[in-house]
């Protein structure tokens, strides 16, 4: 169902495919200039709205949000060859058994930031495995262990491919989603010292940067994970 509603916004050429100069890719900047036309009038409204500190807040708040949704659109375009290299990948253990199937994974997170933490996931688990493998080298008979060991340089080898290629795809959607998430956070400190914090008007904003500085913690807290792995 994503791939299906990636096709219908321009984001998914067919097959292994990227974008050429065809109907698709005529249909995909057609589709792009309508989602960033939002932004454009949104973005003429705060010129009109200035002089009124409320809805100037407020009209910001919709443009980063529209703003933001359109850079991660413009990187995905960007780098949708890493992320179909990434989607025919399947991470295999050395004893050949399937681990994860990346091509389910994408199929069912492609649309969200979630996604994102789920590769990283994938990372540390397969260091895990790797580490395990490592372990139970002691456990071979002599025959066994320069085959094992080869097995495992050679998965220690796919994982930093995979990392790396991850690290391709995210790392500047992850850097306008912080860029943005900071910048939104500022403007909801100051529309909270407006107001009452613990009035109507301040819950929804509390909330709010709460919201924000969770949706920050998720990327600092997987990366750090494979970090430290």
Known sequence: MNIFTLKILGLW???DELY??????????????????????????????HLNLED???SIFITIAQLLASI???FFMRNVRILKQLRNNKAKRADSTDFVDLEDDIYHLLDTDIFMAALMMI???????????????????????????IECIKRHKKILSFAEDSNKF???????QFFMSTVTLGL???????????????????????????????YCWFGNEVAIK
Do not use: R
Request: aromatic letters at 14%.
């Open 188 to 218: 909801t400190m100051f529309e909270l010292s407006l107001v009452e914090p613990l009035s109507t008007e301040g819950y929804p904003l509390l909330f709010y940067e709460s919201s924000l500085t969770v949706q920050l913690f998720l």
């Open 123 to 149: 990372i540390g688990a397969q260091c895990d495995l790797l580490c395990e493998d490592l372990k139970n080298l002691k456990n071979s008979v002599v025959s066994d262990f320069v085959a094992s060991l």
């Open 72 to 74: 991660k659109m413009c």
């Open 56 to 58: 100037l807040i407020d």
């Open 13 to 15: 050429p067919k097959n």
């Open 170 to 176: 995210f790392n500047q959607i992850v850097l306008g």
């Open 20 to 49: 050429k100069f065809n109907l698709y890719s005529l249909y995909a900047a057609v589709s792009l200039i309508i989602i960033n036309g939002a932004v454009f009038f949104q973005v003429m409204y705060i010129v009109f709205v």
